[in-house]
């Protein structure tokens, strides 16, 4: 299986702060790379797909950048609607596994 | 609109069985794989199973193989899997999630989730 690590595992930051969060796969997943965001006690909500494709109806502050085994994703001014838990996940292969999350709250 | 609406969890004793389903609405049920995600209280998100479109493919993580069964009826918009030989660490949320459109396997639709709670 793929494995991904994320860093930072928490962070906080300030509202219009500019954020960057990162995720590794222990192999190459070439642009195979997703991005969700969870509030608590909610669904996870695909923000970024294949890497920096962004969602529909996703804010354009969101980023993603990446291939191979480094991605980023970027917040470029934090909202206060922004302060939740990003995961990403590779898609390259079956299981489609996640990395461990990183958790952006309010500094 | 698309709609997952995941049914069936519960309080279930270990070595139990449990089966979950999901109805989905609002898209074409039998164009697009299925797969399920759990999540422990508190912790990550993990992949658990998936299935083809037509249901000739199934996929599960490892650590659940033989213990989990993913199906579909696509004539019912219905995705369910069956849990059994239940485990303290199987108690979580369970997602059943729709994969976008493209080929690029990401997830663009969740259900709300189900709760599992194994426990005696």
């Known amino acids: 299986d793929i494995q991904m690590t994320q860093s930072p595992s928490s962070l906080s930051a300030s509202v219009r702060d500019r954020v960057t969060i990162t995720c590794r796969a222990s192999?190459?997943?070439?642009?195979?790379l997703n991005w969700y965001q969870q509030k608590p006690g909610r669904a996870p909500k695909l923000l970024i797909y294949?890497?920096?494709t962004l969602q529909s109806g996703v804010p354009s502050r969101f980023s993603g950048s990446g291939s191979g085994t480094d991605f980023t994703l970027s917040i470029s001014s934090l909202q206060p609607e922004d302060f939740a838990t990003y995961y990403c996940q590779q898609s390259y292969s079956i299981p489609f596994t996640f990395g461990p999350g990183t958790k952006v709250d309010i500094k | 609109e698309v709609q997952l609406v995941e049914s069936g969890g519960g309080l279930v004793q270990p070595g139990g069985s449990l089966r979950l389903s999901c109805s989905a609405s609002g898209f074409t049920f039998s164009s697009y794989a299925m797969h399920w995600v759990r999540q422990a209280p508190g912790k990550g998100l993990e992949y658990v199973s998936a299935?083809?479109?037509?249901?000739?493919?199934?996929y599960y993580a490892d650590s659940l193989k033989g213990r989990f069964t993913i199906s579909r009826d696509n004539s019912k918009n219905t995705l369910h899997l069956q849990m059994s030989s239940l485990r303290a660490e199987d108690t979580a949320v369970y997602y059943c999630?729709?994969?976008?459109?493209?080929?690029?396997?990401?997830?663009?639709?969740w259900g709300q989730g189900t709760l599992v709670t194994v426990s005696s």
């Open positions: 294949a890497a920096s």
């Open positions: 999630v729709k994969l976008i459109s493209g080929g690029s396997g990401a997830y663009d639709f």
């Open positions: 192999q190459s997943i070439r642009n195979s």
């Open positions: 299935i083809s479109s037509n249901g000739g493919s199934t």
